[in-house]
């Protein structure tokens, strides 16, 4: 890239438009960068940033994998067959893989939840409650009104994304009014969701089904999220869960509220001194994450089981914070390291069967994940330390001056 | 109705307030020192475990509890390592070590037992009454509802208010919570007290989960401590991170645990299944009434690293 431009001349202070010359210029310069020689260094800017992106996520998979190695040996597991059996249990037939996919829509969903909340510094550790109080609202909708079937299903996940949200809503106030930590509230939250939900279908609970304990009443059938591939439980919801992706992409890169949520994540104290309400912002962020870990409960319900059991959540809201870590928080991201959970939901199951591992593990490989990214700032500093001593010399900057 | 409020009332909210007294015992310590600690619940889990599988393995549950506390300090040490050692952060390492710790015990059991959820029975820390104290007229039937372990926890209790508040150490380990920078100007080994404060804490914490398993139980159940972990933590925030309140509040959270498990027991018809939300709704609305937003520590939650 050649030399710097320097910047056109900025208005005058106190002059709130600018000048017709300067603004005409500023609008070529920005078709010029759409188009023109500076295009280039984006593109590979970009493509750097992203394999950065790769090379973390590899690194904090390979880095889990290797601490797991010793728990998988201590249980008397042999590797090979292990592996094996992972891979064929969730890519090795096409029941498998959409077993697979069907794994990964409520993880997909519930870390695109906690992602949201991390991007605003919030912690949202009640995914799973609003997870399972999302499914119980849908599962309650479903069973108990009379509607035609597609209005039926778009209010079960309405009030999937309702309930998420209610769950979320006590947290959210008493953060932004009292002042309370998220965290401790959140996880309450969790233990509250999980005790109404249990009652709620309970022998002497309201909506308890007459022929089926722990559950609500089946939904119509047409009320279901159709299957999407013949012959497997593959649902419709995936389609809802890439939606929701870009839209979170799109709330949170294109959009005000977004910009917001990323400026109160970096620094709120900056984002309340240019004006944003960080209480508002608070508020909005987890009621947004709290609906989105209830749409995750609601599509379960409606894809999969077609009612509500008390117990229809494998912690997939707890999967949902190593699904966000992993994937750096970026809502693309979020696909690949949700598909990567869901290969070991799917594999579990083989894993269990031929090399006796417990689907326990899916939870401490979860927090061997959220561990590493945990220590992430040391260990990149070390890597770079590394690469520093032993490594090909720095290049010189070029490109963006912004480097 | 006489009998809901019974002395056999004040028994059992001190046996469901311990296991909440010595995680909030380990949060505040951790806590004082500038450490967030969330990983209390997992860190309960790994004592928990440990206890049954060293009273196991032994034979003495004596050496289970033994075991839980060498759990709860390799626990704490690996949360220290990554927020004090390496600056971490603290809500997400902590909750690795939640994640970890409900996998890794929960998957171990049927790898160890051959048998899914709940171990079999092991050696059980015996029931040990107060000497003389039973004896006596008018308070003797309320000492007779406290065992001996019972007694040594609130010994411990004092223990810790008399490290914090009335020792060179506890003063040292105080500062390093209230203004690291300002510590370490002093000389006083800022990284040092917290990496054994957070340690410490998964002692505590441990302690805690064996007194679930081998002191009322005899036997592991995945995820059994059931959130006493963040319970504690609700306490020591709503207690002001302060001895005595958070010790009160721990018991206030005991009792209402074991009000639901009586009302179960002596009302007919309750939803228990919504009593069982008794203790997160009450430790909600501490939270919720919780006045002065800056009670806490000053430092807290912040990594410490010499500019």
């Known amino acids: 890239m050649g030399q710097i431009e320097r910047h056109p001349p900025l208005p005058a202070e106190g002059t709130l438009s600018l000048e017709p010359q300067v603004l005409a210029d500023l609008r070529e310069r920005a078709a010029q960068a759409a188009t023109g020689p500076g295009r280039g260094a984006r593109l590979r800017d970009a493509a750097r940033a992203l394999a950065g992106r790769g090379g973390i996520f590899a690194l904090t998979l390979g880095a889990a994998t290797l601490a797991i190695l010793p728990v998988v040996l201590a249980t008397g597991a042999d590797l090979g067959v292990t592996a094996q059996a992972f891979l064929d249990g969730s890519l090795g037939s096409r029941f498998a893989i959409s077993e697979t996919l069907v794994q990964m829509i409520p993880l997909l969903i519930a870390g695109l939840a906690v992602a949201v909340s991390f991007h605003a510094g919030l912690f949202n550790m009640g995914v799973e409650g609003q997870l399972i109080f999302g499914g119980l609202i849908a599962g309650v909708i479903g069973a108990t009104l009379e509607l035609p079937p597609a209005l039926l299903s778009v209010l079960c996940l309405a009030g999937g994304v309702a309930g998420g949200a209610l769950m979320a809503l006590v947290p959210a106030a008493l953060k932004a009014w009292r002042g309370v930590h998220e965290v401790v509230t959140t996880i309450m939250m969790n233990f509250i969701a999980r005790s109404l939900a249990i009652y709620a279908v309970s022998p002497s609970g309201p909506f308890v089904s007459a022929s089926q304990p722990s559950a609500t009443e089946k939904i119509p059938r047409g009320a279901k999220l159709p299957v999407i591939w013949d012959g497997t439980r593959l649902h419709a919801g995936l389609l809802i869960a890439l939606a929701v992706m870009v839209g979170l992409w799109w709330l949170l890169y294109r959009t005000p509220l977004g910009y917001r949520i990323r400026l109160v994540g970096a620094n709120a104290r900056a984002a309340r001194a240019s004006g944003v309400s960080v209480g508002r912002v608070t508020v909005a962020t987890l009621l947004i994450s709290g609906g989105i870990g209830g749409l995750a409960g609601a599509v379960q319900v409606l894809g999969v089981y077609g009612r509500f059991f008390d117990s229809f959540s494998a912690g997939y809201g707890w999967t949902g914070i190593a699904v966000a870590l992993l994937a750096g928080l970026s809502p693309f991201g979020t696909l690949v390291s949700s598909f990567f959970f869901a290969m070991l939901a799917s594999g579990a199951v083989q894993m269990q069967a031929v090399a006796g591992i417990s689907r326990e593990m899916i939870n401490v490989v979860s927090g061997l994940v959220v561990g590493f990214v945990a220590i992430q700032p040391a260990t990149l500093h070390l890597a770079r330390a590394i690469r520093a001593r032993f490594g090909p010399k720095a290049r010189p900057l070029t490109g963006d001056p912004r480097e | ?307």
């Open chain 2, 1 to 307: 109705m006489s009998d809901f409020l019974s002395i056999s009332l004040l028994g059992s909210m001190l046996s469901l307030g311990i296991p909440i007294i010595l995680p909030m015992l380990g949060g505040l310590i951790c806590e004082r020192s500038g450490v967030v600690n969330i990983g209390l619940e997992g860190l309960m889990l790994a004592g928990a475990f440990g206890a049954v599988l060293f009273s196991w393995l032994t034979g003495s549950a004596w050496l289970g509890l033994g075991g839980a506390m060498l759990c709860g300090l390799l626990g704490g040490g690996l949360l220290a390592v990554m927020t004090v050692t390496l600056r971490g952060d603290q809500v997400v390492a902590a909750t690795a070590i939640n994640l970890a710790a409900a996998g890794l015990t929960a998957a171990l059991v049927p790898a160890i037992w051959g048998i899914d959820g709940t171990t079999p029975s092991v050696p059980q820390i015996p029931d040990m009454q107060l000497p003389v104290l039973p004896e006596l007229p008018w308070v003797g039937p309320a000492f007779a509802q406290v065992t001996l372990i019972d007694a040594l926890v609130f010994a411990l209790v004092f223990a810790v208010w008399w490290v914090l508040m009335r020792t060179d150490l506890g003063l040292s380990l105080r500062a390093c919570g209230e203004s690291a920078a300002s510590a370490d100007a002093a000389g006083i080994p800022v990284l040092g007290i917290r990496f054994w404060a957070v340690a410490v804490s998964g002692v505590f914490a441990a302690l805690g989960g064996a007194y679930l398993s081998i002191v009322m139980l005899d036997v592991f159940q995945a995820s059994m401590t059931q959130g006493r972990g963040f319970l504690a933590l609700a306490a020591m925030v709503f207690g002001k991170w302060r001895v005595g309140p958070a010790l009160v509040v721990s018991l206030a959270f005991g009792l209402a645990e074991a009000m639901a498990l009586q009302a179960q027991i002596y009302v007919e018809r309750l939803p228990h299944e919504l009593l069982f939300a008794l203790p997160y709704v009450l430790a909600l609305v501490a939270l919720a009434t919780f006045v002065g937003r800056a009670s806490g520590p000053a430092d807290v939650g912040k990594p410490f690293h010499r500019a």
